[in-house]
């Protein structure tokens, strides 16, 4: 899909295509922490790992929950350097651009990632600022100098 009208897309298609890809990450992380407890086992054997969580042992620790947050980004990093939109995206027909109407840099892509984390944590008001933009801009559009548009419906097949 080409963007040519260049609308910002509303807070609602944001919101949504963060619902949908929020889904897809939680598959994705639910495997690795299948993976990652199918390795303990392999080390440790099932009744020592057994014996170890039931005193206190941490199956994950800290290498294992950074890995986690750069699996995320990669998620995003991906999609938004390649395309512009991840598949929730896309199933709302959104996209990131940069300010200068082309893909993202990854360099934009690591700094929106990073200022979603707390736009959204903070009870999303970082994506809500969008409703009082002049621009329609979130805290991760205005920091990373990139913006979401609505994209127009594909022609229909005769």
Known sequence: MEATNLI??????RAAAMLYDSLLILALLFMV????LFIQIQIFGDEQLKTMTEEGYNLGGPFFYAALLVIIYGFFGFFWTRSGQTLGMRAWRIQVISSNNHLISPRQSIIRFLIAIPSLSLAGVGLFWALIDRKKRSWQ???SS???ILL???AKKA
């Open 8 to 13: 910002p897309a509303p807070v609602w298609r």
């Open 33 to 36: 922490g299948f993976l990652n």
């Open 141 to 143: 559009d205005l920091a």
């Open 146 to 148: 990139s913006r979401i």
């Open 152 to 154: 127009e419906k594909p």
